[in-house]
Every structure is written in structure tokens, then in C-alpha cells.
């Protein structure tokens, strides 16, 4: 396969989509903890750190045990419903399938120690503490013979309640229950509950005690990842779907990045929009047509490799985004609000994430840690078609928190931004309700008030001002919608803006070539920042804008076709500015056929 370089030229203005497009233990009942419940709108803010602290005492769990637990299943969030695993509450307690060792799963399980209906367990936050207060006690009288009070003797029951057959999953999640128990943690969930467990630096664990479990070692073969996470390789199909055209096929195409000159600059979120195993079996579908370069499955952080980072992935919907990155799929639906994406996801995914930026130098950041809803249509009448994963209830706070790159980390404070500065919007995902609505053929609705991710985006700065009409969306020129799949009327966590105007509360921003307003009340919903880099034009002119940086025609070989660039509609008018990453050099990637014998496939 030859691979010749291609001609560099300067390349033509391109902004990106984000700145511009957008069991054997018996247990007594006992009595439920009088008052309100943790969730409900009259509840004291201690009342879930009084729960916690009853369980404990009651079941002879350690405290920071039971409180470490819950924090790394669920940031002691209680949630409008199951997870994307189907686990409920603080104690994220599973109501599907069967545990490790084939018993019942562990909401069943529990409310059976607590000889108590189910449904209590899901939807009462204090029988939830109690029923995961309830489980641990069990798992470590059958690990341990006892329940000592030392909480470095509970690692066994810690490891089995993270409900992973592979000694590589509990093990990590053991880890990282106790590192929480080390460091302490703080924090004030959505429903007004402050929840505090004070660090012990102290703590040691006793991590032979795992091998009482008896699971199940796994080697990651030849699966690209970190040491500590639980991998394995799962190869996608590439092959021909037909027998006589080498140019049908799927799902990858094969490469040698970065040595073939195919950096590695971006890596790319998103949701799988089905279960786990059921993601595995469309990779391996040659006539799929897509495929990522991972899989993180939901109930326990373990992550498949499905294409070698060498070679690249069909996962972007944008060929020059696809070169150069690597797709992580989540087990997930962006659409279900009740839906929740799991804490050992969130974990599992940024230990990857990190693994891949320091392998690949990059920069951990939201202009390169990115969803697929940022990824840019690669032509104008592509644009309406592109997806929206991972989707408003994905977490990007919490997530670069873990990467150890907050997303506003380069903040000079919250104060209202003056025209010209750079913000970066960060409303706070567990205090940001706004509305969202989901449709199918039969109607709409509005999903119930629940944490999101983004700001709503209007013409102009009133709550009754028109949201925000993206043309690609809205060819009529009707107004932005709050459905969830309309993207078009608003900015997300971690995106960067220049500032267009301010009135009052009210923040401007440049945004598809026009000033979008939303209320930035006490500066609360977004960070000015400092330094990056921006772009405006330098004439009278309009700048035009692409959606892919590929070369001009004079720089491809005359055996291979050029591509056509053809700007976006979208333009940086005189007076406008954007945040943009540096210049980058434009290329091309050919690759045609399954087995590179087309003239010019893989040819940089």
C-alpha cells in the first residue's frame, strides 16, 4: 500500500461546529427514618447525611464505607429513574439481571434483606441507603465471618457490590471507593441535600481479601489500555457486504496513524443508543456501516476495543474528523431523561480518555475532548443529519473534573464579561434544569425537570425572545424549539464564545454568525477565561467557514481525485469573532476499498 504525501498549502479558515454550528444475612425491617423524604422540597439538607449515618449504625457498616459507596456509584444523586444499566438511587441498586455470582440482582436482593417491596427501594431514598447498607453487610459476613468496624477489613464487600465478574473491575472500583474514603468528599445534590465524608489519608485497605470472591482474571490481549481498567478486544468487522464491488464494505478502514502522517487530535463521546452486547453485534456487521474505536459498557466501566487506534473508525459522520480521531462509544440513550449514565462509566471512560491523551498528546480539554453534537457537518446539506450524542444529561462538569481538566479550569472568575471577552459556559450541571422535550410520531412531551447540560439560546435578551433558529433545522425560518434534538438554540458545558454584547443579566455571544442571547444571572452560567486563541475577520469581508480542512485541488496528485471544499452558509461576518484552535494543515486521507487496491488508497 503506498502512502505519498500530499502537497501541503496554507489552509482556508476553518471554525469549528462548537463555536459556529453549533441474601444469607437475615435483617429485620426496622423502622424507616421519620419525616420527609430526602428528595421532597421540604426536606432538611442533612436528612440524606442522616440516613446514611442511621444505616450505617443499624446494619454495622462502617460509615465512610456506606457513604464512599454510594458516592462513586452515584455522587449520592438519587435521580428521576434508572440508570442506563438499570440501577436506582444513591446506592445505584441494580434491578436487572443476576450479580457475579449468578444470584439475584441487587435491588431484589436488598429488598429482601429489608423484607420490603421493590418499589420502595427505587423510589424512597432512605430505604435505598438501607437496602445498600443491607447488601454490603452481607456480602462481608460471607467474605469475612464478621463485620468489623475497621473499614480498611472491607474491601471484599466493597469489590462484590461493584457487581463486575472480573477480579479487573471490582478491583478498580474498589480502588477508587477507597481513595474516596482517603480524600474525603463534599458536595450539595440536585435536590438540596449537602452530604459530606471526611478524608482518612490514613486508610489502608486490605486488597487481599478480593481473592476470598474468587473471580474471574482477564488479560486484555491485544486491547489498547491503561493497566487498572478492565479491557478486552472484540475486533469489528471489516469486511466486503458485496462479493463482487472491493468498494461495498465495512466498518473501518485501516491505516498506520499517527506514523502515516494521520495525527490524532481529537477524541469524540458518544452513546451507543443500544445495550452493550447489542453494540458489539452491529460493529460485526460489516453492512452496519459504523463503528467506534470503543465500547464502555454501563453496570461496571468495562470497556471493549472494537478497531485498533491505528486505523479509523466510521464514528464521526465527518471524514477529516474521523482521520484524525478516536471514537469512544458509551453505553447509554441520549433521548431517555430518566436515563442516567453511571458514576463507574463516567470513571472507566476518563481513565481511557487520559490513557489516550497522553499516548497520543492530546490536550485534555473541550476543544478536543468533544460529543459527537460537536462534531462539524462536513457540508451544508449534511448538517441537519448530524447526530446529537451523547446528549443534554451527559455530565461534561463531572466528566473533566476526572480528567483533571475542570472545564473551566482557565476561569478568571465570575463576574458579567464585557464585549470581546472569551467565556466559557459552565452553568453547573446539578443546579441547570432547563426545559427539554422529547417527540415521537405520536407527539411530544416535556420531560420531567432534571440536571442538563447547556444554555438556552435566544434572539434576544428576554425569556420571551424567540430561541435561537438553526436554517439546517428550521429552513422555514420558524423559531428554535426546546426538543431534545433541536441543538441549534443552545451552548454546551465547555464550549468557548466570544462575547457580542451584554444587557443587564443577559450575555451575548457570536454564535452561526448572529448574537445569541441567554440569562447569565450573576454571571452564574458562564466563566470569563483568558488566553486561546480567536478569530475575526480582517477587512470588510465575510470569512467563510468549512466544514472539513481539506486541500485545494492544484495539491492532489493527478491519479487521484480532488475533493470538492464548499463553505458552510454560515460566515464570520466584519465585527464578529470566535474562539477557533490554532491554524492546522489541511489533508486528505484516501481509502476507497476493503483491501487498498484502488489507485491512491491510503495515500496521505
Not at 457486504?241 to 491505516?255: E, I, M, R, W
Request: aromatic share 8%; with cysteine; charged share 15%.
Amino acid at each position: 500500500m503506498t502512502r505519498r504525501s500530499l502537497r501541503w498549502h496554507p489552509p482556508r479558515p476553518l471554525v469549528a461546529a462548537l463555536v459556529l454550528a453549533a441474601c444469607a444475612l437475615a435483617v429485620a425491617p426496622g423502622p424507616a427514618m421519620a419525616g420527609p423524604r430526602p428528595t421532597d422540597a421540604a426536606t432538611p439538607p442533612g436528612a440524606l447525611q442522616q440516613a446514611f449515618s442511621a444505616a450505617a449504625r443499624e446494619f454495622h457498616v462502617p460509615e465512610s464505607v456506606l457513604l464512599a459507596v454510594s458516592y462513586d456509584e452515584s455522587l449520592w444523586e438519587s435521580h428521576a429513574g434508572p440508570s442506563t444499566s438499570g440501577g436506582y438511587g444513591v446506592m445505584h441498586l441494580v434491578d436487572l439481571g443476576h450479580d457475579a455470582s449468578g444470584g439475584p440482582a441487587a435491588l431484589p436482593a436488598a429488598a429482601a434483606l429489608l423484607s420490603a417491596p421493590a418499589e420502595q427501594l427505587r423510589t424512597d431514598p432512605v430505604r435505598n441507603v438501607r437496602g445498600g447498607a443491607a447488601l454490603l453487610a452481607r456480602y462481608e459476613r460471607e467474605s469475612m465471618g464478621a463485620l468489623p468496624s475497621d473499614a480498611g477489613l472491607w474491601y471484599a464487600a466493597v469489590a462484590r457490590y461493584s457487581g463486575s465478574p472480573d477480579a479487573t473491575g471490582a478491583r478498580v472500583f474498589a480502588d477508587d471507593v477507597y481513595r474516596t474514603m482517603r480524600t474525603g468528599a463534599a458536595r450539595t445534590t440536585a435536590a438540596g441535600q449537602a452530604v459530606r465524608l471526611m478524608g482518612d489519608p490514613t486508610l489502608r485497605p486490605d486488597t487481599a481479601a478480593i481473592g476470598r470472591l474468587h473471580l474471574q482474571e482477564s488479560g486484555q490481549g491485544p486491547a489498547e489500555c491503561p493497566d487498572e481498567l478492565d479491557c478486552d478486544f472484540v475486533p469489528a468487522a471489516h469486511a466486503q457486504t458485496s462479493p463482487t464491488d472491493t468498494a461495498s464494505y465495512g466498518n473501518y478502514d485501516t491505516a498506520d496513524r499517527p506514523h502515516d502522517g494521520n495525527t490524532i487530535r481529537t477524541i469524540v463521546i458518544h452513546d451507543t443508543e443500544l445495550p452493550y452486547d447489542a453494540t458489539l453485534q452491529a460493529f460485526q456487521n460489516p453492512a452496519t456501516g459504523g463503528s467506534s474505536h470503543y465500547v464502555v459498557r454501563s453496570s461496571d466501566g468495562h470497556v471493549t476495543q472494537v478497531v485498533p487506534t491505528r486505523d479509523i473508525a466510521w464514528h464521526a459522520g465527518n471524514w477529516y474528523v474521523n482521520a484524525h480521531a478516536i471514537g469512544i462509544e458509551h453505553e447509554g440513550f441520549a433521548l431517555e431523561g430518566a436515563t442516567w449514565y453511571t458514576e463507574v462509566l463516567y470513571r472507566s471512560s476518563a481513565r481511557l480518555v487520559r490513557y489516550l491523551a497522553r499516548r497520543f498528546d492530546v490536550p485534555l480539554d473541550r476543544e478536543h475532548i468533544i460529543g459527537h453534537d460537536e462534531v462539524p457537518g462536513p457540508t451544508q446539506d449534511q448538517i441537519a443529519g448530524m447526530h446529537w450524542d451523547p446528549g443534554p444529561f451527559w455530565d461534561w462538569d463531572h466528566y473533566m473534573e476526572l480528567l483533571g481538566a475542570p472545564a473551566f479550569a482557565a476561569s478568571e472568575g465570575r463576574h458579567l464579561p464585557k464585549p470581546g471577552a472569551t467565556v466559557v459556559i459552565s452553568p453547573g450541571f446539578a443546579s441547570n434544569t432547563p426545559p427539554v422535550t422529547s417527540c415521537d410520531p405520536s407527539g411530544c412531551e416535556q420531560l420531567p425537570a432534571q440536571p442538563a447540560n447547556f444554555v438556552e439560546l435566544h434572539t434576544a435578551p428576554s425569556p420571551d425572545a424567540p430561541l435561537l433558529s438553526e436554517p439546517a433545522l428550521h429552513p422555514d425560518g420558524s423559531a428554535g424549539t426546546t426538543k431534545i434534538n433541536d441543538w441549534g438554540d443552545t451552548a454546551v458545558t465547555g464550549q468557548s464564545f466570544v462575547v457580542a454584547g451584554q444587557d443587564g443579566d443577559w450575555t451575548a455571544i457570536w454564535y452561526g454568525g448572529r448574537a445569541a442571547w441567554f440569562e447569565n444571572r450573576g454571571a452564574t452560567l458562564a466563566a470569563t477565561v483568558h488566553g486561546g486563541f480567536t478569530v475575526t475577520p480582517r477587512g470588510d469581508a465575510p470569512v467563510a467557514v468549512y466544514g472539513r480542512a481539506y486541500p485545494e485541488a492544484a495539491a492532489f496528485p493527478a491519479d487521484i481525485p480532488s475533493q470538492t471544499v464548499v463553505p458552510l452558509d454560515a460566515t464570520i461576518q466584519p465585527g464578529q469573532a470566535y474562539v477557533a484552535e490554532a491554524p492546522v494543515a489541511s489533508d486528505y486521507y484516501r481509502f476507497k476499498t476493503v483491501d487498498g487496491s484502488q489507485p491512491g488508497d491510503g495515500t496521505l
